[in-house]
């Protein structure tokens, strides 16, 4: 996960030096973790929230299965070893069943996060190219292809959201919804994760602990991952990443959560894949934000930025009631 720092991340001041950090950034400055061209807007309709969340999403949410881990064990090469989704370590089989791929043709270049058995949650800056869109779910070796475990459906809808914005200075809105062709068949290695709901949308996450998992770059640059990796992060307090990204005029609203680890972050690949936290009392993984951008890779002075689910359960509840 090494440029996992894009569960929505884009990487900003990429080759830059030290002297340029101050200067207005350039379009080439910054940098979005699918490594893909990026739409300047979106325009579609919408209703209004209606404010209240309907129980429309699955019961068991959010639950891990080590079903298969003592059943493969994956091989890499040793040059490999210690470079792990920046910093991140390869995952278990089963430990992620929510994560998604999400590209064209044969080609993935972003992440997503599986809610309903036909809707999957991903950043709108992964949704900028024309033609027909697949998820893939239920992977982990990704060069693997007689992997059993794993599905492409094809995408029926995108909905981007209405006022998703990258500017010079800010994103905003940096999320979006996909609805499948077809319902999927939850599995051990396929199933939803949680969304923060209830008394969970106003929980200050600060300075605890997180999970950002992806198939993005090992590191800056570098090459991607071939088995799915994991990091443990922290949140960032919020005025903390506002400072940090003040220094290159950046500007980090309240609808974003920030997060990072000496030596660990989301990369180049990753936008649009799950930062998750893990809530003792209920047992269950929760999807708290996506993967939008950030500085780099595991750039210490600047944590990885991701949308923040908890500002968007109204609109995500009214698009899966009115996707079919």
């Not at 064209?104 to 309903?116: D, K, V």
């Not at 999957?120 to 900028?128: I, Q, S």
């Not at 995408?155 to 998703?164: L, T």
């Not at 979006?176 to 209830?198: G, H, N, Q, Y």
């Amino acid at each position: 996960m090494s440029n996992l720092l894009v569960f929505a991340l884009y990487f900003l001041g990429h080759g830059q030096s030290g002297n340029s950090l101050n200067a207005q950034l350039s379009d080439d400055a910054i940098i979005f973790p699918n490594d893909e061209d990026l739409f300047q807007s979106v325009t579609s309709t919408s209703a209004q929230p209606s404010g209240k969340l309907i129980e429309i999403f699955p019961d068991n949410c959010g639950i891990q299965s080590y079903k298969f881990q003592n059943e493969r064990r994956i091989k890499r090469a040793p040059n490999l070893i210690q470079i792990m989704v920046v910093g991140g370590t390869d995952a278990r089989v089963g430990v992620h069943p929510w994560i998604a791929r999400i590209g064209q043709n044969g080609r993935f270049f972003c992440g997503g996060a599986l809610i309903t058995a036909k809707h999957v949650v991903t950043a709108a800056h992964c949704l900028g190219k024309r033609g027909e869109y697949m998820v893939r779910l239920g992977d982990h070796d990704k060069d693997d292809d007689s992997d059993p475990g794993r599905i492409d459906v094809v995408v029926k809808a995108m909905i981007p959201h209405e006022k998703y914005l990258k500017a010079k200075q800010l994103v905003q809105n940096d999320i979006a919804i996909l609805l499948l062709k077809e319902s999927v068949k939850f599995t051990d290695r396929i199933s939803p994760i949680c969304l923060p709901m209830a008394g969970l949308r106003n929980l200050d996450l600060a300075n605890r602990s997180v999970t950002v998992a992806g198939w993005g770059a090992l590191s800056y640059g570098g090459e991607k991952a071939k088995v799915l990796q994991q990091a443990n992060l922290i949140v960032t307090p919020h005025n903390e990443c506002i400072q940090s990204y003040k220094s290159i005029k950046l500007l980090i609203n309240n609808d974003q959560i920030c997060a990072n680890n000496p030596g660990k972050d989301a990369c180049g690949g990753d936008s649009g894949g799950p930062l998750t936290f893990f809530y003792p009392e209920s047992r269950r993984h929760y999807l708290v934000g996506i993967v939008s951008f950030g500085y780099k890779c595991a750039d210490e002075r600047f944590p990885g930025v991701y949308a923040r689910t908890t500002s968007y359960m109204n609109w995500i509840t009214e698009k899966v009631m009115n996707m079919n």
